[in-house]
């Protein structure tokens, strides 16, 4: 039997076949297999949004009736969602798979939650809504490059290790700054040292966790698949999606939500503000772009368990996959 401690976890680039791979492994380890029925935690900062479907990849009605899928639109897109109440929720998920006798499978590839379910969560502060829009709204008439600067002046440390177009680190570390009056990395210090010390940092602890990541090293391969994906969302409706998004009177473009890659581009395109062969060139250049960052994450983590999709049969992965999970009954 699996650990009590222990939480599987299948993470990845956008584009990389996580989902799939999941809900095959959810059906072939499953009761019928002899094993533990699975309910998958999405680990996804995109699929918490209600009527986000079609950009976002989500996991089909019928799929989420044949295996249990958590923290899937349990948000509108005004909302605000943050890694600390992911975590407590991811948390709580997992717990109540446990307590019904099945086995919690985390999936996704947003790599801010992976890190705090994996080190815990630094104990920084929260920032209002305002301070982030009218930090968006600066960065729009002068670009994140500029912004990137002023952080430069407030937090040499945090600056150094993001990227000038970096835009939702570089708001939330000027946010904290603004707000606080403390840089960023001040305060990162301040909560692993409060941490190491035995402080109260038990409800945002981090969770054991048996990783299985999907790295491949084909990099046309991962961009083909990239390409192929936003093309079809395009023919599934995509852009009316977003056109229904817009009629919203609550929501802008500056919300998390429509931050989100694809969804920024095709608001900027129903705008006016771009053609639709440039939006198409966008949409997929800032997936391309979001692959190579998590590609990044996922380099910089260690004792992880990887297999290159780009170099197996879809029945190769699957296998390999399927001798991964079972060998946590043997550990």
């Known amino acids: 039997m699996v650990k009590p401690a222990l939480v599987d976890c299948l993470i990845g680039p956008t584009a990389s076949g996580k989902s799939g791979l999941a809900l095959w492994l959810a059906q072939a380890a499953g009761p019928r297999a002899g094993g533990q029925a699975v309910e998958i935690v999405s680990m996804d900062s995109a699929l918490i949004y209600k009527a986000m479907d079609i950009g976002t990849a989500k996991p089909t009605s019928a799929e989420r009736a044949q295996t249990p899928h958590h923290l899937i639109d349990i948000l509108e897109p005004e909302q605000v969602f943050s890694v600390a109440q992911f975590l407590e929720q991811a948390k709580g998920a997992i717990q109540a798979i446990r307590s019904r006798g099945n086995r919690p499978l985390v999936v996704g590839g947003t790599m801010l939650y992976f890190k705090a379910l994996l080190k815990g969560l630094d104990d920084l502060p929260s920032t209002p809504v305002s301070l982030r829009q ?18 430069q002046g407030h937090d040499p440390l945090t600056a150094q290790r993001l990227n000038p177009n970096d ?13 606080t009056g403390v840089s960023l990395s001040h305060w990162i210090a301040k909560s692993q040292l409060k941490a190491q010390s035995g402080g109260q940092h038990a409800a945002m602890a981090a969770t054991d966790l048996r990783v299985l990541a999907l790295q491949p090293e084909d990099r046309a391969w991962l961009h083909r698949r990239i390409e192929q994906r936003f093309m079809a969302m395009l023919d599934q409706g995509f852009l009316m999606e977003v056109s229904q998004l817009r009629k919203r009177p609550g929501l802008s473009a500056l919300h998390p939500s429509m931050r989100a890659v694809g969804y920024r581009q095709a608001w900027s395109h129903l705008a006016g503000e771009q053609s639709e062969p440039a939006f198409i060139e966008a949409g997929i250049a800032a997936s391309r772009q979001l692959a190579k960052r998590q590609i990044t994450w996922l380099r910089s983590f260690h004792g992880l368990d990887c297999l290159d999709p780009s170099t197996l049969s879809s029945a190769a992965l699957e296998q390999k996959a399927l001798q991964w999970w079972q060998s946590a009954d043997q550990g």
């Not at 009218?134 to 952080?151: N, Q, R, S, V, Y």
């Open 167 to 179: 835009a939702q680190r570089i708001s939330r570390a000027l946010e904290v700054f603004l707000h």
């Open 134 to 151: 009218a930090i968006a709204a600066k960065a729009k008439a002068l670009g994140w490059p500029a912004m990137h600067a002023e952080l």
